[in-house]
């Protein structure tokens, strides 16, 4: 039976290797009773486990019923089907970054970042920007090669776009933290659209980052790569810097050089 | 369990921090705002929109500032136009809204005057009978032990909403907030009617607020017992809604002295005029105010900046008595927001907490959840909230507004508002007493770090006192925000009082002992 470990294939795993077993809990819009109970093993069954058992429902009120549900999952995934879109960098340190940008710049690398349109988070674009940084990691302020302009929360689209220009930026940082109704994905398709119609389409580097962003979205919105939960200053730096060099290569001070 | 405190700080942190808010208190009284006198107007009964759903309180008021006469106060012009007209007060807001009626200051302003008292003596009745209305169910319903469980809900939808309320009243609620929708704080205006389209939350409107009341009023009889309801009136609308909040028997509003000028950057002497009235008003309402100090705690480190918590609450209770408002009305915020990472962070959080409970002996504390550590990990999350939860017990904490594992995720579900209520029910039946029979280590650590954060908070207040509150502000004090006196949204709503500004609320609402004074 168990030869995952040759072809590769998993399924989840309870106490032994390919038992299938997952746990998961739910609410049905029904009063807690029998029927209610097999409504839920039956749904179970229908979501793709085998052997499920309800080994919890509660009543919640008079008309909703909480279900905890055990069962074996049928399915299984072969690992070497799988690819992740995800950006290419190579993670650098505070002091390679600044010397990377010192040695291919030869000027600061300016990055603008904002939390868009109705959002009001500041925390994390300001993990990522602030010299204080988050969990230990500094902020972008605090790197002796980058001029940092944190613009907060709530910065509507067209005025990001023209301090974009305005700071002759690099690199823009946007962060999205609400997600009802995808409000981030209207959000960012917004400024794309801005970012599109000032020309901005080619040299700018601009990164989206938030906890519900991956970077397969970002990239589908047209965003160079998207950074979510756990992220910190110096992988942005280092995936911005690198892909500086992949579009300009190294060409010290002459690249928009006669800036100070 | 109690902390020993020099009550000669406590005492001391308190006298600057009266000084500080009197300070802002007599400049704000020089001026009046557009939302004041909109207040002013729905309280008199104004209501309903135009053709383009602009409130007609935002219509007069405009009007009035296009003729110049906002500094007297909306009341003298429109109560001598009722007057002149012969007009009640909807038919002479929808003639000032279409255009056939331009208010003047009146000719007989003694008649004005008597006239605009008497409509804010209707509107004292309405209120006051709302506030007879809420003790008679009270004293019917079951007692509600403290910490009360403090539950939200937000779906965008009031019908949506009034499903989970039932649903989390019929779990164990005791207090119902209907979250707005994002970024209502940043209107100019109370959007109208019953509505079902909103992002992270519920506009607040007045059929709103009344609907979710009469939703919450039959579920509660159901149940025998009576269903607190909360809103916001935070925002650039804070005296209008919470004119709402009266006239619809709400029970509890966040209404934070600062907190829109510094989450929301709303301008800050707009904020300041604006907190007065709309306190005056919660506090005659009889509604218990929740702060805010907890927000700091999201953007600033929740033990380097223990102390800003303290210092703000002491001014937000400073404002609120300046407003009327007697120490059993005031729910000073805070939270339990340490990193779990830190060691022995659970011994700071009950220090806060304890300091708290002492310093504010008989305000109804509200205590708010882990939320910026939450994370994707639901089952740890779970965990987090039983601390919060057991901190709570131990120090009597009176509102308890209950964390939700999924806080990182999502607004909640309705099974997480359950397994937040079975939660909170667990650790508060089974801590019970636990508070009265443990005692705090002399010296030790806890009272050691209490003692540290009450040292700051001081010294934080004399610096304020030193400078002035808006200083302060400008150096970002709170929060680590920093925001400017002429800066923000909403200051071109900011109006000098003329000579002879009147407005006849804080003579009706506001205690003898306060009347007199600047307002
Ligand atoms: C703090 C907080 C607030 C504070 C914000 C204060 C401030 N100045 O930021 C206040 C109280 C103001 C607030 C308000 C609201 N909030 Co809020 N809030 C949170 C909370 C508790 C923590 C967020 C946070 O600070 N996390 C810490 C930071 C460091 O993490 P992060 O943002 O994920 O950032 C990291 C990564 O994602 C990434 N990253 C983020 N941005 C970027 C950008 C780039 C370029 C890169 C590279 C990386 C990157 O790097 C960061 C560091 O690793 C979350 C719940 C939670 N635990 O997540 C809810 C939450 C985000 N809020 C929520 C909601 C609904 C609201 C409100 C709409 C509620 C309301 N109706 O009023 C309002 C919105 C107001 C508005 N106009 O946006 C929901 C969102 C639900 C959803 N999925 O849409 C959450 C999830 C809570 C919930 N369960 O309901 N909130």
Redesign the pocket.
């Known amino acids: 039976m168990s030869n995952s470990a040759k072809t590769n294939i998993v399924r989840p795993y309870g106490d032994t290797l390919d038992d299938g077993r997952v746990q998961m809990s739910f609410t049905l819009p029904v009063p807690h009773s029998e029927e209610a109970k097999e409504a839920a093993r039956q749904l179970a069954l229908k979501m793709g486990l085998d052997d499920p058992a309800v080994v919890h429902a509660a009543p919640m009120g008079p008309d909703f019923t909480l279900f905890v549900v055990y069962g074996q999952c049928r399915h299984s995934i072969d690992m070497d089907t799988i690819t992740v879109d995800q950006p290419e960098f190579e993670v650098l340190d505070k002091a390679a970054i600044d010397a990377l940008i010192a040695d291919s710049l030869g000027r600061k690398l300016v990055v603008v ?1 904002a939390c868009i349109e ?8 300001d ?2 920007m602030n010299a204080k940084g ?1 969990n230990g990691h500094k902020g972008l302020e605090s790197y002796h090669e980058v001029r940092a302009v944190n613009l907060g ?2 910065v509507d689209s067209a005025d990001l776009v023209r301090r974009v220009i305005a700071e002759r930026a690099d690199v823009l ?3 999205q ?4 109704k995808d409000i981030h994905v209207v959000n960012l398709r917004r400024l794309r659209q801005e970012l599109d119609r000032a020309g901005l389409g080619q040299d700018l580097i601009v ?7 991956t970077h397969e979205l970002a990239r589908e919105l047209g965003y160079d790569a998207g ?6 200053a110096e992988d ?1 730096a280092s995936f911005a810097m690198q892909e500086w060099l992949r579009r300009h290569g190294h060409q010290r001070g002459r690249q928009r050089g006669e800036r100070p | 369990m109690k902390l020993a405190l020099d009550q000669s700080r406590i005492d001391a942190a308190r006298a600057a921090a009266a000084r500080i808010a009197r300070a802002v208190h007599a400049e704000a009284m020089t001026r009046t705002t557009v939302a004041v006198e909109r207040a002013t107007l729905r309280l008199f009964g104004l209501d309903g929109v135009d053709v383009d759903y602009v409130p007609l309180p935002n219509r007069v008021v405009d009007h009035l500032a296009a003729e110049g006469l906002l500094g007297h106060g909306a009341a003298l012009p429109f109560a001598g136009a009722m007057l002149e007209h012969g007009l009640d007060v909807q038919a002479l807001g929808e003639a000032v809204a279409q255009g056939r009626i331009t208010l003047t200051l009146p000719r007989d302003i003694p008649a004005a005057r008597a006239k605009a008292r008497a409509l804010a003596q209707t509107a004292c009745a309405r209120i006051r009978a709302n506030v007879a209305t809420r003790e008679d169910k009270l004293e019917s319903a079951a007692l509600q032990r403290t910490p009360w469980l403090y539950l939200i809900v ?1 779906t965008g939808n009031i019908y949506e909403d009034i499903t989970q309320a039932r649903a989390a009243a019929q779990q164990g609620a005791d207090v119902i907030a209907v ?5 209502q704080s940043l209107l100019d205006y109370v959007p109208y009617g019953a509505t079902t389209e909103g ?3 519920t506009y607040a409107t007045q059929e709103n607020f009344r609907l979710m009341r009469a939703a919450l009023d039959e579920v509660g009889d159901e149940l025998g017992r009576y269903i607190r309801l909360t809103n916001y009136c935070s925002g650039l609308c804070m005296p209008e809604i919470a004119a709402m909040g009266a006239l619809e028997r709400l029970d509890m509003m966040l209404n934070d002295a600062m907190y829109g000028i510094i ?1 929301r950057d709303i301008n800050l002497q707009r904020t300041f005029i604006d907190q007065f009235f709309s306190r005056m008003v919660n506090a005659y309402a009889g509604i218990i105010i929740n702060t805010g100090e907890d ?1 700091y705690l ?2 600033a480190d929740a033990y380097e900046a223990a102390h800003t918590v303290l210092a703000s609450q002491l001014i937000n209770e400073q404002f609120a008595a300046l407003s009327g408002m007697a120490p059993e009305l005031m729910g000073l915020g805070h939270a339990f927001e340490i990193n779990p990472a830190l060691e022995n962070g659970f011994l700071w959080e009950l220090a806060h907490a304890q300091l708290v409970r002492q310093v504010f002996p008989d305000a109804p504390l509200k205590y708010m959840p882990p ?2 550590y ?2 994707g990990n639901i089952f740890k999350g779970h965990v987090q909230d039983a601390l919060f939860n057991a901190v709570g017990a131990m120090t009597g904490q009176h509102i308890q507004l209950l964390g ?1 594992m ?7 579900f309705l099974q997480d508002r359950f397994l937040g209520i079975e939660n909170a029910r667990y650790v508060f039946d089974t801590m019970r007493d636990l508070g009265e029979e443990l005692s705090i280590t002399p010296g030790g650590r806890i009272e050691r770090r209490a003692q540290e954060v009450l040292a700051q908070a001081q010294a934080m207040l004399e610096e304020i006192e030193a400078i002035g509150l808006p200083a302060a502000i400008g150096r970002g004090q709170f929060a680590d925000i920093a925001r400017q006196s002429d800066g923000g949204k909403g200051l071109a709503g900011v109006v000098t009082r003329a000579e002879g500004y009147f407005n006849p609320f804080p003579e009706l609402m506001l205690p003898e002992s306060l009347e007199g004074g600047p307002a």
């Not at chain 1, 990164?207 to 962003?213: F, H, Q, T």
């Not at chain 1, 950074?227 to 910190?232: A, D, E, M, N, V």
């Not at chain 2, 979250?179 to 970024?183: A, L």
Request: charged letters at 10%; glycine letters at 16%.
């Open positions: 970042g109705t959002d009001a988070h500041t925390v994390g674009i993990a990522i988050f929360a709530q940082l946007v962060s933290v609400v997600t009802q990164v989206a980052g938030g906890p519900r962003i950074f979510g939960p756990g992220s910190y942005v | 937000a979250i707005r929708s994002t970024g992002f992270g939350g989450f927000n999201t953007t939320t910026k939450m994370t939700m999924t806080e990182a995720i999502h607004t909640p």
